[in-house]
């Protein structure tokens, strides 16, 4: 049975660091994507970052870009999600999502969710 657990979220002021981490269990994980969405209060589910392939290629939302940073540890069937100079508006429930084959930021192409983790950024 496919479980994604999230942790590392909480309470952090403006321009603060949090890293956030999923940990993948069921089977092997290393060639799927491995992704972090993130949902807003009355907004809809949307794409953060993501890890390919044993390799790890990364992709970000350009809202992310050059503040988080996506690593992933096939060994132990995790991915990290590093967030600096954080702003009131990356506060959300965060999501690690796994895929096989899929567009990136669509998640409905998305097999398996974790229960998310919530981030709240104080101003």
């Known amino acids: 049975q496919v479980q994604l657990v999230e942790s590392g979220g909480g309470l952090v002021q403006a321009g603060g660091s949090l890293r956030l981490s999923c940990a993948a269990s069921?089977?092997?994980?290393?060639?799927?994507?491995l992704a972090w969405f993130r949902q807003a209060p009355g907004k809809d589910r949307e794409f953060v970052s993501a890890?390919?392939?044993?390799?790890?290629?990364?992709y970000y939302d350009e809202s992310v870009k050059g503040r988080f940073t996506i690593s992933r540890d096939n060994a132990k069937d995790t991915v990290y999600l590093q967030m600096h100079s954080l702003r009131p508006e990356d506060t959300a429930v965060y999501y690690c999502?796994?895929?096989?084959?899929?567009?990136?930021?669509?998640?409905?192409?998305?097999?398996?969710w974790g229960q998310g983790t919530q981030v709240t950024v104080s101003s």
């Open positions: 890890s390919r392939g044993s390799r790890n290629y990364a």
């Open positions: 999502a796994v895929c096989a084959y899929c567009v990136i930021e669509r998640s409905d192409g998305y097999h398996y």
């Open positions: 069921g089977r092997n994980f290393s060639l799927y994507t």
